[in-house]
């Protein structure tokens, strides 16, 4: 994982994703930008699934506190 995305949010990470799918989906891509940009979008994917389990894990946290 890049520096850059360890400092970006949840929210620009899928924005970044949203616009990798729309360039997907809409065949602009050389099929050589196709493999970076498949690569890409499975990091960001990643991140964000580590980022939703992390908030759930301090959700979960937070309320065996409160009980």
Do not use: H, P, W
């Not at 994703?17 to 891509?29: N, W, Y």
């Not at 980022?51 to 309320?63: M, Q």
């Amino acid at each position: 994982m890049s520096n850059n995305m360890k400092e970006e949010t949840y929210s620009q990470a899928l924005a970044r994703l949203q616009k990798i799918v729309a360039q997907i989906d809409s065949g602009e891509l050389e099929i050589d930008q196709l493999a970076d940009k498949i690569k890409d979008a499975n990091a960001i994917i990643a991140f964000c699934n580590d980022k939703l389990t992390k908030a759930d894990e301090e959700i979960k946290k937070l309320s065996q506190e409160k009980q």
